[in-house]
């Protein structure tokens, strides 16, 4: 069979939103996107909040329980089977009380997913978490525990702190030769897909990365000739802050094809 076509994921702050605001998942129902991305983190008081950085005051954030009452009850769009609410956590610590949440509102496996701070070590001793949501598992998430493996204790020191994006972008080099233990995590651990950005499409890694014939999704693709590239692709997920482009595309190559079907 085919691939599907790809799904489109509203950035937070797409079509000029403000970023984690209920605003941005309003516009991402109203224009048709199939999943709605919000970054997630606590608040000082234990809340799941809708903040990309961490702040002392998070007065007038929105919290996640009121993002996902905008999503209980929207329909399915035209390309997947239910609508998705797509957490990026910020803290790993956050991801069992935004599914002890999630189950309180039912919104079951189908409506929701992650990304962020979800290494594969934390898959590995919560399997439950891919039955419970789709993971987009990040390819630097993966990197990073590759790399460590060989590091003494005063080089993980050296790191520590740095993010696992900022290790990958300033310590690893040539990432390409991990091609191959990368596809293997992601197919070990039964993930949506794997997690990368733009600027890695372009990388020595994702030719590599192709041949293990991966479901990838790419961040943040705004501009429409790299919304078209990776149209035609056909990676299973694009997030952009682009709704107004991605989705008339979409919809000008592929027609009204079900996500299940091609």
């Known amino acids: 069979m085919n691939k599907p076509a790809s799904t489109i994921t509203g950035h937070t702050g797409n079509d000029g939103t403000a970023d984690n605001s209920l ?3 309003k516009l991402s129902i109203e224009m048709g996107a199939d999943i709605a991305e919000l970054d997630v983190r606590f608040d000082k ?4 909040v809708i903040s990309h950085d961490r702040k002392d005051d998070y007065s007038g954030y929105p919290s996640l329980r009121e993002a996902m009452e905008l999503v209980i009850e929207v329909p399915a769009p035209r390309w997947t089977p239910a609508f998705v609410i797509h957490c990026d956590v910020k803290e790993a610590e956050t991801v069992p009380a935004v599914l002890a949440l999630a189950q309180e509102m039912g919104i079951g496996p189908d409506k929701l997913a992650f990304s962020g701070r979800i290494s594969p070590a934390l898959l590995r001793k919560n399997p ?3 039955k419970r949501a789709d993971v987009y598992l990040g390819l630097e998430e993966i990197l990073l525990e ?5 590091l003494s204790s005063s080089e993980l020191d050296a790191i520590k ?3 696992s994006l900022k ?4 310590r690893m080099g040539d990432i390409s030769g991990y091609a191959d ?3 293997s995590i992601v197919r070990e651990l039964n993930v949506k897909a794997l997690n990368l950005s733009l600027d890695m499409t372009h990388a020595p890694i994702f030719p590599a990365l192709q041949k293990h014939d991966l479901p990838f999704s790419v961040w943040t693709v705004n501009d429409a000739s790299e919304i078209k590239r990776l149209l035609d692709l056909k990676v299973c997920n694009i997030t952009t802050r682009n709704l107004k482009t991605a989705l008339p595309l979409r919809e000008a190559m592929y027609g009204k094809l079900a996500i299940s079907g091609l």
């Open 181 to 183: 233990r990368v596809a």
């Open 23 to 25: 605003d941005s998942v």
């Open 161 to 163: 702190g740095m993010s």
């Open 128 to 130: 439950e978490i891919t």
């Open 167 to 170: 290790v990958v972008r300033e």
């Open 146 to 150: 590759l790399y460590i493996e060989k």
């Open 45 to 48: 008081q234990g809340g799941l």
